[in-house]
């Protein structure tokens, strides 16, 4: 049986006497897709930073591809893909010559425009990376960041900028990746897009992990019970129900008739994500008040 990818244990990390992230453990397997969520000034970035080489820890253990970060070496990172919300192009090569440059850093290299041609860039090959859109420039940063044939590829926020359509060009992108066995960390501010790509999912809030599990049933089975709305007498009413049509049956009988702007819910990931980084700034808040008083 493998290791997986990426082990971390009680991960630590404090500035200036406050923990940014606390007690943080999770796993990512060979071959995954796993999107870790939290929002901004959660310890998302600093925890991925860590396993990125970038930052170093205050306590806790990590294993990333069966190397601690703070010791990787030039090998080590040959092994890593690292896509940035911003990255650093030359905007006086076009697409090949970039690629064709930051291919020379790796030992095994993907063939260039084998690359250009998997992030949909063929056409604008020749074309200096400074006359591309916003989206054209993005695929440059992920052909740049899977150009040395990576095991692990970080994604941070990815598709920020990109128009729906681009998006959903992207995602296919990603698909392929994870059919090709990479293994996928991913941040991003939209639920969708981590619905639609990960195994697995992670939120980080207030530094701690707040919970972490598959997409389809992440947060447990209560918080996906559907949610009954309807209005009654001028106001909107709500009720979970494991058996929502039942439940519907019974309004309809009550009322003499089918509930007035009826609409029957399932939790989406992104109201999951809500009510979990809503708990726990509320959690914060109360901690605080007690440290005051």
């Not at 999912?201 to 389809?216: E, F, K, S, T, Y």
């Amino acid at each position: 049986m493998r290791t997986p990818a990426v082990q971390v244990r009680n991960l630590r990390k404090t500035y200036d006497g406050r923990a940014v992230v606390d007690g943080v453990s999770f796993d990512i397997e060979r071959g995954e897709t796993f999107a870790l969520l939290g929002p901004n000034g959660a310890g998302k970035s600093t925890t991925v930073e860590i396993l990125e080489g970038y930052r170093r820890r205050g306590g806790g253990e990590v294993s990333v591809l069966g190397v601690d970060p703070e010791r990787g070496g030039l090998e080590w990172k040959a092994r890593l893909g690292i896509v940035l919300q911003t990255c650093g192009q030359s905007g006086l090569l076009t697409v090949r010559e970039q690629l064709r440059q930051y291919a020379g850093f790796y030992p095994d290299a993907r063939d260039v425009d084998e690359v250009i041609a998997a992030v949909g860039l063929t056409a604008q090959a020749k074309m200096r990376t400074s006359k591309l859109s916003g989206g054209q420039q993005r695929r440059v940063d992920v052909a740049m960041g899977i150009i040395g044939r990576p095991e692990l590829l970080f994604l941070d926020e990815p598709t920020t900028g990109f128009d729906p359509e681009a998006r959903r060009e992207f995602w296919e992108l990603i698909r392929g990746l994870k059919a090709d066995g990479t293994t996928i960390l991913l941040t991003t501010h939209y639920l969708d897009e981590a619905a639609q790509l990960a195994d697995r999912v992670a939120v980080i809030a207030d530094g701690r992990l707040q919970a972490l599990g598959p997409v389809d049933t992440f947060g447990g089975p209560d918080a996906r019970v559907p949610v009954v709305r309807w209005f009654e007498d001028g106001v909107q009413r709500e009720e979970r129900s494991t058996a929502p049509l039942a439940l519907v049956g019974e309004l309809s009988l009550r009322l003499g008739g089918e509930p007035e702007r009826l609409e029957i819910v399932r939790p989406s990931l992104e109201d999951i994500y809500l009510e979990l980084v809503a708990r726990a700034s509320g959690s914060a808040a109360e901690l605080a008040k007690e440290t005051v008083r």
